[in-house]
């Protein structure tokens, strides 16, 4: 809400959340099960139905399932990480990503390297998973999620850029770029200034 805030304040935010998501979503493995699909694309049809005129979803776990969704609705689905992905690839050719929720991984690997294929660009993605991060932040610790993953940006201090994988890790933003000289690039400010472009044409 930040990121809309700051760079889209004109625009009317409105969140919807199934929280019961996350838990099936990590009970599901590396694959999202048909079930898990349908439920996230019901999820997409209510945003419609209500009157939305984008939806930008803020989970990276679910790829296949966003992808239906923009399949299946008449109004701009935009991807957690799609913009973030592409300054990325543009930033150079070793990119870090920090990430906090294991599940997302896999999906998010294929779906960037998909936009390097796309860009025919040589980047290479390492990622490194903050264990107990994630936990952290649901217990309402979030200094101690962000410092957790601050204290691993260093290993990826020697890349062309760091990612922060989720939207949830954005908020670590500022204790990482405390740590490294690099660009530090977190999903919320690119998205939202994507779905602008979406939504108003500018």
């Not at 998501?21 to 996230?40: H, I, N």
């Not at 264990?131 to 691993?152: F, M, P, V």
Request: aromatic letters at 4%; proline letters at 4%; one cysteine or more.
């Amino acid at each position: 809400m930040g990121a809309m805030a700051r760079l889209w304040p004109e625009a009317e935010a409105v969140n919807l959340l199934d929280d019961s998501l996350t838990t099936d979503r990590a009970k599901d493995g590396e694959y999202l099960s048909e079930g898990l699909m349908e439920r996230f694309v019901a999820l997409g049809r209510y945003a419609h139905r209500i009157g939305a005129d984008g939806i930008l979803v803020t989970c990276s776990a679910y790829g296949p399932a966003i992808e239906r969704m923009a399949e299946t609705l008449p109004v701009p689905v935009l991807k957690p990480n799609e913009a973030m992905f592409r300054q990325a690839i543009a930033a150079g050719g070793r990119i870090g990503m920090l990430a906090t929720f294991a599940p997302a991984v896999s999906t998010m690997t294929r779906e960037f390297d998909d936009f390097v294929s796309e860009a025919q660009s040589a980047t290479t993605l390492d990622t490194i998973v903050v264990d107990d991060a994630i936990d952290l932040l649901k217990a309402g610790d979030a200094d101690s999620h962000n410092r957790l993953i601050a204290e691993r940006a260093h290993e990826l201090g020697g890349h062309d850029a760091i990612m922060l994988a989720h939207f949830s890790t954005s908020r670590a933003a500022a204790a990482v770029r405390a740590r490294v000289d690099i660009p530090v690039l977190s999903a919320p400010d690119a998205a939202v200034a994507r779905m602008r472009e979406l939504v108003t044409g500018g």
